[in-house]
């Protein structure tokens, strides 16, 4: 009888062991930037190559990497295994605010992601290969980054979010290393205005985009968020909106990303699409 118990709580420690979240740390090369990016990619428990799973890129803020949100909010692998999905944390460069820069080669970062990173990830995981059932959301340069990346490649993704997104670049003109990127908003106005979502939603049709967008009321992006807000309202565009007591902090979010991943779970078609 000890045998056999020894022997069932052996087998349960082992199914235990096996069944926790796994966490890779993959190194895909850019052909655009001629150098290799790392992401980290959250499975759920179980995760089985036999099935299909939705997948969520989650972006990072200025000034941090890859692998800011899985060490810093560790609960976002118990999140991939509740809903289901495959979590995809891309390096967005120290400041790359997630665009292909015009005037520095080594910032290109919206066609890693949607080119390079994204076909890396269909073909060597199990994921539902289509719009239906992939989303993009981020924090602050990560929230307009899922933004911009998704209201342009609307053909890849069908639900984008932000947690206290920089929606409107025009408000950072001496900070973040925006200027590095696009030039200095005097000599090329067009391009803070071109690239700043809150004016890029103008060109959105009603239902294109599943869209989540949040902010804390005590955040220093608090007022263009709301602008934000009221601009989709005029425009007649369908959206969750959510502002709450925050800041521009990791508690702040990692309070918000269980929201974030709820809404995208509701907004799935899991069906399996070749």
Known sequence: MRHFNFLLIFSVIC??????????????????????IKTVVVLPEKYSKKKHYPVVYLLHGYSDNY?????TVPTIKALATKHQLILVCPDGGYSSWYFDSPI????????????ELLPYIDSHYATIANRTARAITGLSMGGHGALYLAMRNKEL????????????????T??????????SIDKNPEEWNNRSVINMVTSLQNKE???????????????????LHRRLMDLKI????????????????????????????????????K
Not at 174 to 183: A, L, M, P, V
Not at 252 to 269: E, G, K, M, V
Request: charged content about 25%.
């Open 104 to 115: 520095d080669a080594s910032f290109q970062y919206e066609t890693h992601i949607t080119r």
């Open 67 to 71: 692998a800011k949100w899985v060490n």
């Open 174 to 183: 001496k900070s973040y290393d925006i200027t590095k990127r696009i030039g």
């Open 209 to 227: 985009l599943n869209l989540v967008i949040e902010c804390g009321v005590s955040d220093f992006f608090y007022e263009i968020n709301s602008t």
């Open 15 to 36: 199914q235990l062991a096996f069944a926790r979240p796994q966490v890779d740390t993959i190194a895909v090369f850019s052909a655009k930037m001629k150098k290799e």
């Open 238 to 273: 369908d959206h969750d909106y959510t502002e709450r007591p925050g800041k521009h902090n990791w508690e702040y979010w990692t309070n918000a990303i269980n929201y974030q991943l709820l809404f995208f779970d509701r907004s799935f078609n899991r069906v399996k699409t």
């Open 157 to 172: 993704f069908a639900s984008a979010g932000s947690m206290s997104g920089g929606v409107d670049l025009r408000t950072s």
